[in-house]
């Protein structure tokens, strides 16, 4: 299996612009998790999926971030419009069933000008 | 003063040497612990994993301890190799409504000198 794949790998946008990450999750794996990574924060939890279905979006951090799972092999994360503080990597991950591990991609290196 | 990000704790060591990362959890509700490293520019790996019904996994070269007593887990790597050189993560499940996301904690930075 080609793991997790995310794209783009890197994206650079200016503020006010639409940005959509996205992400192919590990065969059968019935969890998808997004990620973002800063160096203030470190790794947060955004959003995660369950069979398609979000589970919990507590982390979303406002209304210009948005995901969606429309099938079991494709996950997006869009953020519209996006602001220079949204600059960070975001990752994607899977995992087969519930309360195991997580297997990431290689995230999307995001800046926003 | 200004906040300039997480300072996260290093670890340095000589090749060869035996490395000792711990990690420190707060929510005792917590059943599974992870283990990942993650190298510059590449996503987390895993590493190794523990249920809170163990306190010792044993892997290649690596072992996870867990003390649930003081909340306390620690990554022991023998023999650690330049290769080893990355930030590690320890992750918790805190299970009830939290059941099936992870909480990562943030991280520690260990340098392998030749």
């Known amino acids: 299996d080609a793991g997790v794949i995310q794209s783009p790998r890197h994206e650079v946008t200016e503020m006010g612009q639409e940005v959509t990450l996205r992400c192919k999750p590990i065969?059968?794996?019935?969890?998808l998790f997004w990620y973002r990574q800063t160096m203030m924060r470190g790794l947060e939890l955004l959003i995660y999926?369950?069979?398609?279905?979000?589970?919990?979006d507590s982390g979303m951090p406002e209304d210009r971030f948005s995901a969606k799972m429309p099938n079991a092999s494709f996950s997006t994360l869009k953020i519209q419009p996006s602001e220079p503080r949204d600059s960070a990597v975001y990752f994607c991950?899977?995992?087969?069933?519930?309360?195991?591990?997580?297997?990431f991609g290689s995230g999307t290196q995001l800046s926003v000008l | 003063g200004e906040n300039v990000g997480l300072h996260l704790p290093t670890l340095s060591v000589q090749e060869g040497d035996n490395s000792i990362i711990n990690c420190a959890y707060s929510?005792?509700?917590?059943?599974?612990f992870i283990w990942y490293k993650q190298e510059s520019g590449k996503g987390p790996q895993f590493i190794i994993d523990?249920?809170?019904?163990?306190d010792k996994r044993q892997g290649q070269r690596v072992t996870v301890l867990l003390n649930k007593t003081v909340k306390h887990l620690s990554l022991q790597i023998a023999a650690t190799q330049p290769g080893d050189s990355a930030v590690y993560f320890c992750a918790e499940n805190a299970g009830g409504t939290s059941y099936g996301k992870l909480t990562f904690g943030q991280g520690t930075i260990l340098t392998v000198h030749p």
């Open positions: 999926f369950n069979n398609n279905v979000p589970i919990d």
């Open positions: 991950a899977s995992s087969l069933r519930n309360n195991e591990k997580l297997f």
């Open positions: 929510n005792s509700a917590s059943d599974y």
């Open positions: 065969s059968g794996h019935d969890y």
């Open positions: 523990i249920r809170s019904n163990m």
